[in-house]
């Protein structure tokens, strides 16, 4: 089943007198348990594409399916809502928040939410297992490392059960060895809890791990390669 299928995808932004074509009649599809690297220079367009998928932009043409539902006739709140239910991120500087510890930063997306606290707390607590941390839950993240932290906001993505994760440069800010266990664990995700994940990455390292690459130039998709 195709969770993400984007369709003839185009995204051009206004700068000054000239038209940037950010990405360029892109077309793709990503299937449960799949995970897709997005590769390619700065300014290639992965990031702006990953931004159409979690609808944080719209496409100026083209049609972005997720879960098998169009999203161009989404209202911005009806997106927000199939966001919450069905899309989790992560970032690359963490977005964890100081104040809050681990198991409080993986229950925030559901913190307003008509849900028993007692349960939310038990998911969350069983996250942070998951991700190898469960002896770290009451940890703010200024006592954590930087993997310890990435981790946690993988756990945190987690915690609506998405069908799809979205990560943004996951491995940016770690070390060699940190990335690849924080890499090993979103691969491992993708094949015992069937999540499919797309990430955009200049790290060869992350490449290696996903089932299919994407590289883009110049907004295209110019090249796809299956591990």
């Known amino acids: 089943?195709?969770?993400?299928?984007?369709?003839?995808?185009?995204k051009l932004f206004q700068v000054g007198d000239e038209v940037v074509r950010a990405v360029v009649d892109v077309s793709l599809t990503a299937s449960e348990g799949e995970f897709v690297a997005l590769m390619g220079p700065s300014g290639s367009g992965k990031s702006t594409l990953l931004h159409l998928l979690g609808g944080l932009d719209r496409p100026t043409k083209g049609e972005v399916h997720i879960a098998g539902r169009p999203t161009s006739g989404l209202t911005e709140s009806q997106f927000a809502a199939l966001r919450h239910s069905t899309i989790g991120f992560i970032f690359q500087s963490y977005n964890l928040i100081p104040f809050l510890s681990a198991v409080e930063n993986v229950e925030l997306p559901l913190m307003f939410e008509p849900v028993d606290r007692a349960s939310v707390r038990r998911r969350a607590l069983d996250l942070l297992d998951l991700v190898g941390l469960g002896h770290r839950a009451s940890h703010r993240p200024g006592r954590m490392s930087g993997g310890e932290q990435q981790r946690t906001?993988?756990?945190?993505?987690?915690?609506?059960?998405?069908?799809?994760v979205l990560a943004d440069e996951p491995t940016a800010n770690l070390d060699q060895r940190t990335g690849e266990s924080v890499v090993a664990l979103l691969q491992d995700l993708c094949a015992r809890l069937g999540v499919t994940v797309v990430a955009s990455t200049h790290d060869p390292m992350v490449a290696g791990h996903a089932t299919r690459v994407l590289r883009m130039s110049g907004g295209r998709i110019t090249e796809e390669n299956h591990e």
Do not use: D, F, K, Y
Request: net charge neutral.
């Open 1 to 10: 089943m195709a969770t993400v299928q984007v369709e003839n995808a185009w």
């Open 153 to 164: 906001a993988i756990a945190r993505a987690l915690i609506g059960s998405p069908s799809v």
